[in-house]
């Protein structure tokens, strides 16, 4: 699937960060005191994730929508 391919593509510990955020649901802090770093870390690496993977999937849209694929719009 592309969104997970893209995911595996995010930097190491950004992708490690936001699997375990977003796949097996742990807090920022559960996730910081796990990998021994801050809360602000963990919270830098899940936005920056997110606006990587909204900038990748937007660029996907444009694709679908120039070839026109309406069920992609």
Known sequence: MYIE????ALPPKM???????RKRDLSNKE?????D????????HISNA????????????MVF????LARYR
């Not at 992708?15 to 955020?21: C, D, E, P």
């Not at 996730?31 to 990998?35: D, E, G, K, V």
């Not at 993977?53 to 849209?61: E, F, G």
């Not at 929508?65 to 026109?68: D, I, R, Y």
């Open 50 to 61: 997110v606006k990587i993977l909204r900038i990748k999937l937007s660029v996907l849209k």
């Open 5 to 8: 391919k893209e995911i595996n």
């Open 37 to 44: 770093v801050t809360e602000s870390n963990i919270s830098y």
């Open 15 to 21: 992708g490690l960060v936001f699997k375990l955020s």
């Open 31 to 35: 996730i910081a005191q796990r990998l």
């Open 65 to 68: 929508s120039f070839l026109g």
